[in-house]
Structures are given as C-alpha cells and as structure tokens.
C-alpha cells in the first residue's frame, strides 16, 4: 500500500499511517499476521491505518483519497497574527469538511481582519483593499488576488449564493493564504535574512 501522511485528527500531529494487523489462524492451524483490509468485489477496498504519532485508528479508501475521520488541514504559518490565523485555519476546517461556502466566507474575513490590522479605516473590504493600495501596503497584483477572494466570500455569505465548488474553495483558501504570507511572512523571513547578512 502507499505511504500516507496526514495531520492527525486526534492529536493534531503530522504523521505517516501503518496498515493495522491482526493475527488470523489458517485451515493448517499456523498464525500469520495480516493486514485488516475489506474489499467490495468490484476492485474498490477499505483499510484501517494506524495513526505513527498517538496509535490512533483511521479508516482509509484505497491509496487514501477518503479518509475518516478527515484529516485536519495543515496548520498556519504562526508568524501571521493569531486572530487572523484562526480565520484561516477555520476556512480549511471547512474546506476539509466540504463546506465550501464558509471556506470562502472565512478566507474572505481573515483579509478583512488584515486590512484592518494594517490600517485601513474605512468600513467596506472594497475600499480597505484601496486604502491599503494607496498607502503601498500592498501592491496592484496583490489587490486583485484580495478582490477575487473578496467576491466569492461576499457572494457566499448571502441567502441567494451560488454554489461554490470544491476546486473554486481551494483556489480562494490559496489566494488568501498567500495573500497573508505576502503580508506577514515574507517581511519577517526577510528582517530576518538581512540581519543574518549584515
């Protein structure tokens, strides 16, 4: 089987999985070990993988494209505030739980808690994202990645939304990820580099 590795559900850890085993006697009465492994008759089959990090049980689909409980996404860079963290680490809850409407709802509030924490006085994201611009916080292409998050999260948050698909829940989490990787990450691992050169 493929070596799976996902942030576990129970500790929260990275981890590898280990196919779990059980001793089954044979018609000749000797003990072998052999994996727990069901198979549906039509090619598809289930195991159970235990969790390297806290021996915890999980249960996968084939090489891993179902896993249960769903593993947890992984975590922020802790270098973005925490505030800000826990918007985005709750959009990827969501994305792994296939609400993918609250994903874009919460990316889309984690850029405006940012646009705030950086200064931006006015009350609307569309107008935060322009004071950030004007006040070169951030950059044209950046404010276009914003505006492209802040439609799909507005348009989510409506009654009358429309569906909003898994790839276009991935996509918006990643603009906003690296929105705030732009903004917070990339500045300190920068400080930090040039005092390592001076």
């Known amino acids: 089987m493929t070596i799976i590795s996902i942030f576990c559900p129970y500790c929260h850890k990275y981890t590898s999985l280990t196919a779990a085993k ?23 089959f289930w195991w159970i993988g235990i969790t390297n990090c806290c021996q915890s049980p999980v249960l996968i689909h084939m090489e891993g494209d179902i896993v249960y409980p769903a593993p947890l996404p992984s975590p922020t860079d802790e270098r973005i505030p925490e505030l800000i963290r826990q918007d985005l680490d709750e959009a990827k809850i969501c994305l792994s739980v296939n609400a993918y409407r609250a994903c874009a709802v919460m990316a889309r509030r984690a850029m405006q808690s940012t646009c705030v924490q950086k200064g931006a006085t006015r009350d609307k994201l569309v107008d935060q994202l322009q004071d950030l611009l004007s006040n070169r916080v951030i950059t044209k292409d950046l404010k276009e990645w914003a505006d492209v998050v802040r439609w799909v999260g507005k348009d989510s948050a409506h009654r009358t939304a429309s569906k909003v698909s898994k790839e276009e829940a991935k996509d918006i989490l990643n603009l906003a990820e690296q929105f705030l990787h732009v903004i917070y990450v990339a500045p300190i691992a920068k400080e930090r580099r040039s005092k390592i050169g001076k």
């Open 22 to 44: 059980q001793k089954v006697s044979t018609a000749r009465g000797v003990d072998v070990v052999a994996t727990i492994k069901w198979e549906n008759g039509r090619g598809a």
